[in-house]
């Protein structure tokens, strides 16, 4: 079974520019799910795609965007980049049609790539 | 969404068994209890989930009181691969619209494993 999967693991940009991150769910899943994580803090929500919509979205801005394909996998955008936007950036899968495992309540999360906004 | 407190860090020996306590107070009826653990430079890990009681796995156990109202994760005999950030998320499935589900993390305790 393989894994979440994403890309690039690092990159460095700088202020203003707009950066793409790449994600690929975990065979089976068809629910993805996207989380900022600065240094020291726990993850937060950004927004969930479901069948190529957006389901959910947390308290971000509109220059984070999304897209989900018809395979399941997902990009995350995010235009005019600024120096607080520089963290960890968490892909995470799960099956079904509610986003979480209704049994156990877990996501499957990647291991993220790394943003520095210079 | 029930507020949980957890110790923002801990330090253990090697081989020792480790417990770290969650409170959550405000914990609601159809609230479940759930850990997930975080290597660094990685993505977070589920390790277990509970309602009520006890609930052990081939990871970790948790310990849940009658109210609800705090749980502990049990590690036993930790190495020193099991240092890493440990999340305790109460009833933070939230259910938005259609079908949407997020997970609220806090801080988390950062165990640290002593040779």
């Known amino acids: 079974e393989t894994g979440v999967t994403q890309s690039p693991t690092h990159l460095i940009k700088t202020r203003g520019q707009q950066v793409t991150l790449r994600c690929s769910s975990q065979s089976g899943h068809n629910t993805v799910s996207w989380y900022q994580q600065a240094l020291g803090q726990g993850p937060q929500f950004i927004f969930q795609y479901y069948r190529e919509e957006e389901n959910g979205r947390g308290n971000f801005p509109p220059r984070f965007s999304g897209l989900q394909f018809p395979n399941y996998s997902s990009e995350l955008n995010v235009n005019a980049l600024e120096l607080d936007d520089s963290a960890l950036y968490l892909c995470?899968?799960?099956?079904?049609?509610?986003?979480?495992?209704?049994?156990?309540?877990?996501?499957?999360f990647g291991e993220g790539s790394r943003l520095t906004v210079l | 969404l029930a507020k949980t407190t957890q110790p923002i860090s801990m330090d253990s020996y090697e081989g020792q068994e480790v417990n770290i306590t969650c409170s959550h107070n405000?914990?609601?009826?159809?609230?479940?209890i759930t850990w997930y653990q975080q290597f660094p430079s990685q993505g977070p890990r589920f390790i277990i989930q509970?309602?009520?009681t006890k609930v052990t796995n081939e990871v970790a156990s948790l310990f849940i009181p009658a109210d609800r109202k705090s749980s502990t994760l049990s590690l036993p005999r930790v190495s020193l691969s099991d240092t890493a950030v440990y999340y305790c998320?109460?009833?933070?499935?939230?259910?938005?619209?259609?079908?949407?589900?997020?997970?609220?993390f806090g801080k988390g305790t950062k165990l640290s494993v002593i040779p």
């Open positions: 509970g309602y009520k």
């Open positions: 998320l109460v009833g933070d499935i939230e259910y938005s619209g259609a079908g949407s589900y997020q997970l609220t």
């Open positions: 405000n914990i609601a009826t159809n609230d479940y």
């Open positions: 995470a899968s799960s099956p079904g049609l509610a986003g979480v495992d209704a049994n156990t309540g877990e996501l499957f």
